[in-house]
């Protein structure tokens, strides 16, 4: 992804939906990393907070402070980044990306796995920077 986004940089938008399997509860540590991913977002560091969660995902159960070392890493307000995560703003917003994500499982859209990969609504044949590339390629002459 990161090779992507750099070869592509100005000239492609990059949006990253949550999509966490589960219910929507803080049992959930699927759930909780995308509420807080989504909480750094309103400082800005939606990227930046999804990867640390990503990359620390297995440490997440075991330290409920994980978190909010990882956004004062960031340089986010932690202050903030709580508020944020318990408001009803963002639980809304990783409720409606689940749901979106769901009506693409029904489409049969999900034989990658998570996460999910769509350029421009379409899924490319394999996660190879060439697969992306030739989708991209293909779009950008339209």
């Known amino acids: 992804m990161d090779e992507i986004m750099k070869k592509?940089?100005?000239?492609?938008k990059f949006v990253l939906k949550n999509a966490p399997r589960g219910n929507l509860d803080e049992s959930n540590s699927k759930y909780t990393a995308a509420l807080w991913a989504t909480a750094a977002g309103e400082q800005g560091k939606?990227?930046?907070?999804?990867k640390k969660m990503f990359d620390n995902f297995s440490d997440l159960r075991k330290n409920s402070?994980?978190?909010i070392q990882l956004a004062a890493e960031l340089g986010l307000d932690t202050e903030q980044l709580k508020k944020d995560y318990n408001s009803s703003k963002v639980r809304a917003l990783v409720k409606k990306e689940?749901?979106?994500f769901s009506?693409?499982?029904?489409?049969?859209?999900?034989r990658l796995g998570?996460?999910?990969?769509?350029?421009?609504?379409?899924?490319?044949?394999?996660?190879?920077?060439?697969?992306?590339?030739a989708l991209i390629d293909d779009l950008l002459k339209k």
């Open 8 to 12: 592509y940089d100005g000239r492609v």
């Open 46 to 50: 939606y990227f930046e907070m999804y």
């Open 65 to 67: 402070d994980l978190p």
């Open 98 to 100: 689940k749901d979106e």
């Open 103 to 110: 009506g693409l499982r029904s489409q049969g859209m999900d």
């Open 114 to 133: 998570i996460p999910k990969f769509l350029i421009n609504g379409k899924e490319p044949a394999s996660r190879s920077v060439e697969s992306w590339s």
